[in-house]
């Protein structure tokens, strides 16, 4: 047995028409249906769940959702998460344009440009580059 990807993402949210709101109008995500307590929506071939719960805990540290897109679509869907109140968390400093920021219930999400190809590229220059450095 092998795993052949991502299933579907689930996130909780207290108020379920502002995430609603907030992951098709500021994301661009599409609804395909909703009940009282939840929605579904999707991304290309990602499966997105929301679902309603009394309170929302979220991770402190790097644990985020990220979200694939074009280069050309990056500079217009940054300035519109904005817009529809998204706070940035970090700053990006890794390889290819990224976006990391909070949904309205506190969820870390992010932006980015890029595949796992550009990134492995990117680790073998700079680990080349550290090994000149280093005089090896």
Known sequence: MTIRGLNHITLATTDLQRAIAFYTDALGLTLEHHWQRGAYLSAGNLWFCLSVEDHVTNAADYTHVAF???????????????????????ANRSEGDSFYFSDPDGHRLELHVGD??????????????????CGL
Do not use: F, M, P
Request: net charge positive.
């Open 68 to 90: 694939d897109i074009a280069a050309e679509d990056y500079a217009a869907t940054c300035a519109r998460l904005k817009k529809h109140g998204a706070q940035e968390w970090k």
């Open 116 to 133: 796992l190809a550009s990134r492995l590229a990117h680790i073998s220059k700079q680990q080349v580059k550290d090994t000149q450095s």
